[in-house]
């Protein structure tokens, strides 16, 4: 594809991939689901792909109309931040290549971080490694939870590999302004002031 062609076809992409998503769990087999629930689980996945299409969050399909957002179907179908999983495992067959499958990666990324982030980073996590370099889009992240994050980097969630994730946070921490560290820092435990001080001296 083009680089120019490219550029124009990456909100498509985001934006449909995610609505396709929705649309393969709406018409999904649904055994031993009543009629009720089924009518229920396709409003929900309608009021999803909508949302997107329109540029909200998935989810914030009612209250972006100023009304309550739909309850959840009766048989307790997936959240929004599945349909994003839904939307990224259809990129892999979606027959882009690499730099263009990474673009398209960043666009489904920038909602399903501010849905759940931790699913997310799963995913993200799961990819071959030379595909880390997506998770500069959990920079923020990094910023506001940073807690939270390295209380999954102590963890070792994802085994050896959780060292290219500790890597990204200690160079996301480094970059802060110096009051704005120091402020995080001090929320943090131990052990991860003493990683962020050995980072500080490299």
């Known amino acids: ?70 309850p959840r179907p009766a048989h307790d179908g997936p959240p929004a931040a599945s349909v994003h999983h ?33 699913a997310a980073l799963d995913t993200v996590m799961k990819e071959p490694p030379d595909d880390y370099e997506l998770l500069v889009h959990f920079e923020d992240v990094f910023r506001r939870d940073a807690g939270e994050v390295w209380s999954v980097i102590e963890s070792k969630r994802y085994g050896v590999t959780t060292a290219r994730l500790k890597g990204r946070w200690l160079g996301t921490i480094r970059q802060m302004e110096d009051e704005q560290r120091r402020k995080t820092v001090e929320g943090l435990p131990e052990e991860a002031r003493k990683a962020i001080e050995e980072s500080m001296k490299r």
Do not use: C
């Open 86 to 118: 839904l939307a990224w495992k259809a990129l892999a067959y979606d027959g882009l290549d690499r730099p263009e499958r990474l673009k398209a990666s960043a666009l489904i990324l920038k909602e399903w971080i501010k849905e759940d982030w931790h």
């Open 1 to 70: 594809m083009e680089p120019t062609k490219l550029r124009k076809a990456l909100p498509w992409i985001g934006t449909h991939l995610v609505a396709l998503a929705a649309g393969m769990w709406l018409f999904r087999p649904d055994a031993g689901a009543s009629p009720a629930a089924n009518d229920g689980g396709k409003a929900q996945a309608a009021a999803t792909a909508a949302a997107v299409e329109e540029g909200a969050a998935p989810g914030a399909a009612g209250a972006s109309r100023g009304r309550a957002s739909l």
